[in-house]
């Protein structure tokens, strides 16, 4: 029965990422890496994306999120798909990740690189709905973080070497 459910999921999964400018359903789902540890799961949500998108959300978080674990990927995914439904931040993927200053990938040129299959999935992950920030829209570790203003937010959570806030 696991494994029917497990095969339905991957249709679904064909189904509404992989086709070009479809919505992608954002639900409560089981298709966790097993390294994920608990998270919290948003309520269904609608999201539009396109293939390009996806894989420029992918790039982002094997680059951002490089070295740390599939849900300290996850959630750097949830913090960009956060950003979009967020009024303060551009509405878009694309806007979100290619706002002036906002990821050191894109300034440093590395968001150019392959995504991982860690950090692709991840981002599928997140695009169903899988938050384990808890609706944060910033993240940054602390060890090497050079903005000023950055220093001004109140984390409040820790995923990895990344801290989180909203």
């Known amino acids: 029965m696991e494994r029917c459910a497990k095969l339905i999921a991957a249709l679904l999964v064909l189904t509404y990422v992989l086709i070009p400018s479809k919505?992608?359903?954002?639900?409560?789902?089981?298709?966790?890496?097993d390294n994920t540890e608990s998270t919290n799961q948003q309520n269904k949500e609608v999201i539009s994306i396109t293939n390009e998108e996806l894989l420029l959300l992918s790039k982002l978080v094997a680059g951002e999120a490089r070295g740390e674990s599939y849900e300290g990927q996850v959630a750097v995914a949830a913090v960009v798909i956060n950003r979009v439904r967020?009024?303060?931040?551009?509405g878009t993927i694309?806007?979100?990740i290619y706002q002036k200053n906002a990821f050191s990938v894109v300034a440093d040129g590395s968001i150019n690189m392959?995504?991982?299959?860690?950090?692709?999935?991840?981002?599928?992950?997140?695009?169903?709905?899988?938050?384990?920030?808890?609706k944060a829209v910033y993240f940054w570790n602390p060890d090497i973080a050079t903005c000023k203003w950055i220093k001004t937010l109140d984390p409040y959570m820790r995923i990895g070497n990344h801290v989180f806030a909203k």
Do not use: C
Not at 23 to 31: D, E, G, K, T
């Open 94 to 96: 694309e806007g979100v």
């Open 86 to 90: 967020d009024s303060r931040f551009p």
């Open 23 to 33: 919505q992608i359903l954002a639900y409560n789902n089981s298709l966790q890496n």
């Open 114 to 134: 392959n995504p991982t299959e860690s950090a692709y999935k991840a981002a599928q992950q997140a695009l169903y709905g899988l938050d384990p920030t808890n």
